[in-house]
């Protein structure tokens, strides 16, 4: 299978001069299609770091980052913009809906920036909101909205451009654990009936113990990389 | 369309600040038009009185006749002229002038005698309805009848019936003299026909100043039934080796009057459009700042910078729109109602005179569509140009920061 993504050796460090925090002090991994994995670690390990380096929206200090076969590192802003839209999907701890429009306008938006048909998009967005369970909510604003069913429009949201890969920075931290549970098995369902590539931060065990791959970060180096039941105490 | 949603449910985000902008958007163009409608109708007036009254759109003499006002530089084919501009519908009225004395009892005063032909005239000019009281213009039929400006009638102490002795050097160098009958005191008309002019018949004149068929002047007047630079070729051949003249040449001094109230009405639009961008900049820039999350979680999903940058001009554009539309009416029901009812300016300063001619004291609004399109979409777009200021700073924000801003 082919790798979707491939990080070589990577180092952020913030700051500058006598104030730098390393939060990324030599991270080497790769993630074949199709994997679901969760990242654990404590506090300031550099979970969300590493996540908004391979989506793109940081630059690592040196290291190489591959995603979808493509060198992310060199890319341009303009470029990196055009590959989060096809390809990656991004679902964010709370509050990241746009809270004027519609769940069902929430999920379309980027549809209509990648020219998708009206028709087209209507047809993909009930379909999406059905499998996520909206199902007769599509007109409600973020609003009127549960906290777990907001996570499930940004989930509709990540997976309605139909991307590789989907980033996900703690996508269960505000919702309680049943809920985060049901996002979890969500998640796992769209990432075998679709083959789309999910990558999870967590801190939380409903996570870990729901992904085929689970991984560590302490200080910014990876601790352990296995199997959830393994690792699932080192976290 | 979503983008188009989106825009108009952010604009009513914050109702309070997009109702003031709007309302102070709405108020600005209001007042753009009513001003613009206000200047026109002060112009078209000034412009109106300065031909209308006795000028006329346009004048034609003898070469050379208006430097010296030589009672010789006569026009020879004054009734070719008349005709020939009657066929294109433009009044025309011969007069002769000439100077000379009037004196009543032991008062006396230098004039210009003014012979005119008080049929022609009437139907060109409005000099004939500026009369004080129950004054009559001069009859159709020479009867030594004569007017007077006012101030000239004051000077000479004398009423309406008054009897007046006129003596002047004819052409034939003798001495004219005669008596003449008050009929009419002009209204205020202006510093020069108010001090010094006598309008008597042109017959009586010509009888006075011994010269037959003399014309020195036609005064040519369409009432704007001709654009003025349509009267000259019109007039073909008929004017060869004559002196023609538009009243932008006869009075300088009120053509470059208006076209520096064009220039101030610029220089005021720009101001408004100034406040109005200062405005649409100030709010756009606070809605920008509001929601700096939303742009960072939409530029982080793939957003392109110039959508964002679109969406912002949207939701500009549309703020501008229903405020101009709004300014427009109520722009044009002010213009419309000043345009019917005015403003009386007699309460402010008496006659009301502008570049020497005294006007109308009740000023009056004319409604040009053609100077209200422009300033209104000038506004638009300065509303959208004012809005890429903040829409820029929206596209260019860092994902990340911007997410974590609270
Ligand atoms: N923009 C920044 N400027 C400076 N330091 C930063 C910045 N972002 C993150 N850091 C630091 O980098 C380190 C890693 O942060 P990061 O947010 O990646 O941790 P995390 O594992 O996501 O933590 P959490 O579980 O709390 O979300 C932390 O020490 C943090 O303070
Ligand atoms: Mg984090």
Not at chain 1, 48 to 72: A, C, F, H, Q, Y
Request: glycine fraction near 8%; hydrophobic fraction near 45%; proline fraction near 3%.
């Amino acid at each position: 299978m082919d790798k979707i993504i491939n990080i070589n050796n990577v180092i952020k460090d913030y700051g500058q001069g006598d104030v730098i925090v390393h939060a990324l002090r030599g991270i080497t991994l790769s993630l074949e299609c199709g994997e679901f994995t969760s990242m654990a670690g404590p506090s300031g390990s550099g979970k969300s770091t590493l996540l908004n380096i391979i989506g793109g929206l940081d630059k690592p200090t040196t290291g190489s980052v591959e995603v979808d076969g493509r060198d992310v590192v060199s890319m341009s802003m303009a470029q990196l913009s055009h590959l989060r839209r096809n390809r990656i999907g991004f679902i964010f701890q709370n509050y990241s809906l746009i809270p004027v429009l519609t769940a069902y306008e929430n999920a379309e938006y980027i549809l209509v920036l990648q020219g998708v048909s009206a028709k087209k998009r209507n047809e993909r967005i009930m379909d999406i909101l059905k499998e996520v369970g909206l199902d007769g909510m599509e007109n409600r604003f973020p609003r009127e909205l549960s906290g777990g069913q907001q996570q499930r429009v940004a989930i509709a949201r990540a997976i309605a451009p139909e991307p590789a890969l989907v980033l996900a920075d703690e996508p269960t931290a505000n919702v309680d654990s049943k809920t985060g549970g049901a996002l979890m098995d969500l998640m796992r369902k769209l990432n075998e009936e679709k083959g789309i590539t999910f990558l999870l931060s967590t801190h939380e065990k409903i996570v870990m113990e729901r992904a085929r791959r689970l991984f560590v970060l302490k200080d910014g180096l990876i601790e352990f990389d296995g199997s959830p039941k393994e690792g699932i105490n080192i976290a | 369309m979503l983008s188009i949603r989106l825009a108009w449910r952010n604009l009513w985000r914050n109702k309070r600040r997009t109702l003031i902008t709007l309302l102070a958007l709405a108020v600005n163009t209001a007042v753009l038009i009513t001003t613009f409608a206000l200047m026109d109708g002060y112009i078209e007036n000034a412009v109106r009185y300065a031909t209308d009254l006795l000028t006329g759109e346009a004048q034609i003499h003898a070469n050379e006749y208006l430097e010296d006002h030589s009672l010789y530089k006569t026009i020879d084919n004054p009734d070719e002229i008349i005709a020939k501009a009657k066929s294109h519908g433009i009044n025309a009225s011969p007069r002769v002038y000439g100077f000379g004395l009037l004196s009543v009892g032991n008062k006396s005063a230098g004039v210009m005698f003014e012979g005119v032909n008080p049929e022609l005239d009437k139907q060109a000019f409005t000099l004939h309805e500026h009369l004080q009281g129950d004054g009559r213009f001069v009859s159709n039929k020479a009867d030594k009848g004569m007017v007077l400006g006012k101030k000239l009638a004051k000077t000479l102490n004398v009423k309406i019936g008054s009897e007046i002795i006129a003596v002047v050097q004819a052409a034939d160098g003798s001495l004219g003299t005669d008596i003449y009958t008050v009929s009419g005191i002009l209204k205020t008309a202006g510093e020069k026909l108010d001090r010094s002019t006598a309008i008597c018949h042109i017959d009586d004149f010509r009888e006075l100043f011994v010269m037959e068929n003399a014309v020195h002047e036609i005064a040519l007047n369409s009432f704007r039934g001709v654009e003025l630079e349509e009267i000259k070729p019109l007039l073909g051949t008929t004017i060869d080796g004559l002196e023609f003249k538009t009243w932008r040449q006869l009075n300088p001094s009120l053509s470059q009057m208006v076209d520096m109230s064009h220039v101030g009405m610029g220089i005021f639009a720009t101001i408004f459009f100034i406040v109005a961008g200062l405005g649409v900049m100030n709010t756009m820039l606070m809605a920008t700042y509001d929601r700096i999350r939303e742009f960072g979680i939409l530029k982080a999903i793939g957003t392109s910078p110039m959508a964002i940058i679109r969406d912002i001009l949207v939701e500009a554009m549309m703020m501008s729109v229903i405020a101009i539309c709004i300014g427009f009416v109520l722009g044009l029901a002010t213009s419309y109602y000043l345009s019917i009812h005015g403003i009386d300016m007699s309460g402010v300063g008496g006659d009301v005179t502008f570049a020497g001619i005294a006007f109308d004291p009740i000023w009056k609004a004319v409604i040009h569509p053609a100077s209200f399109i422009e300033p209104m979409a000038m506004m638009c777009v300065i509303s959208v140009l004012a809005s890429i200021y903040p829409a820029v700073i929206a596209a260019r924000l860092k994902p990340v920061e911007a997410m974590n801003h609270v």
